[in-house]
Antibody, heavy 121, light 110 residues
Framework: EVQLVESGGGLVQPGGSLKLSCAAS????????MNWVRQAPGKGLEWVSG????????VYADSVKGRFTISRDNAKNSLYLQMNSLRPDDTALYFC??????????????WGQGILVTVSS | QSVLTQPPSASAAPGQRVTISCSGI????????ISWYQHLPGTAPKLLIF???QRPSGVPDRFSGSKSGNSASLAISGLQSEDEGAYYC???????????FGGGTKVTVL
């Protein structure tokens, strides 16, 4: 059974940093791209970032480019999102999402339950 | 404002059919396949359709997807009460070099 479990969320002040983690199991982790998707309160889904199976290609939404860094450790079956210079509009439920192929695309077949990040003073 | 455009709401009676549209442009829907997701409150989003018209195993054939030009649609036939929730379309966008979602459509079973 595929499982994706996010951790590391919480309350942080504007300008602060936070690192999210996603532990994956139940599939051959290094055969697939991985992504982060978020949902702000009362809003729709927003793709944040994705990377290929080997981290050879990394892409970001314009809204987070230069502030967020996605990474993965295939030896640990883990995905990360380092979030710096956080703003109140980064407040959202962050989902870890598995891609369908080696490369990032607009398709995600498994999702975690999400982890809440709140940016507020 | 979302890159892909969906109607905010749709509704139909139990057993009826509802169709949700998803409008984009050449760099996203016009050039790539579409995926659709069901998102119920308090749960993880669920993949309903990938590669525009393919269903993952376990998704009932009541759900179907199609695309024409820069627009796509999701049809739900034989509507059931458990189908109530939000539905999102998604695609890759070559100009943005990233994934894009629609704003979501809330489906209500009357």
């Amino acid at each position: 059974e595929v499982q994706l479990v996010e951790s590391g969320g919480g309350l942080v002040q504007p300008g602060g940093s936070l690192k999210l983690s996603c532990a994956a199991s139940g599939f051959t982790y290094d055969d697939y791209a991985m992504n982060w998707v978020r949902q702000a309160p009362g809003k729709g889904l927003e793709w944040v970032s994705g990377l290929t199976w080997n981290s050879g290609t990394i892409v970001y939404a314009d809204s987070v480019k230069g502030r967020f860094t996605i990474s993965r450790d295939n030896a640990k079956n883990s995905l990360y999102l380092q979030m710096n210079s956080l703003r109140p509009d980064d407040t959202a439920l962050y989902f870890c999402a598995k891609g369908l192929t080696l490369h990032p695309s607009g398709a995600f077949d498994y999702w975690g339950q999400g982890i809440l990040v709140t940016v507020s003073s | 404002q979302s890159v892909l455009t969906q109607p905010p709401s749709a509704s139909a009676a139990p057993g009826q059919r509802v169709t949700i549209s998803c409008s984009g442009i050449t760099s996203n829907i016009g050039s790539h396949t579409i995926s659709w997701y069901q998102h119920l409150p308090g749960t993880a989003p669920k993949l309903l359709i990938f590669s525009t018209n393919q269903r993952p195993s376990g998704v009932p054939d009541r759900f179907s997807g199609s695309k024409s030009g820069n627009s796509a649609s999701l049809a739900i036939s034989g509507l059931q009460s458990e189908d109530e929730g939000a539905y999102y379309c998604a695609a890759w966008d070559d100009s943005l070099n990233g994934g894009v979602f629609g704003g979501g459509t809330k489906v209500t079973v009357l």
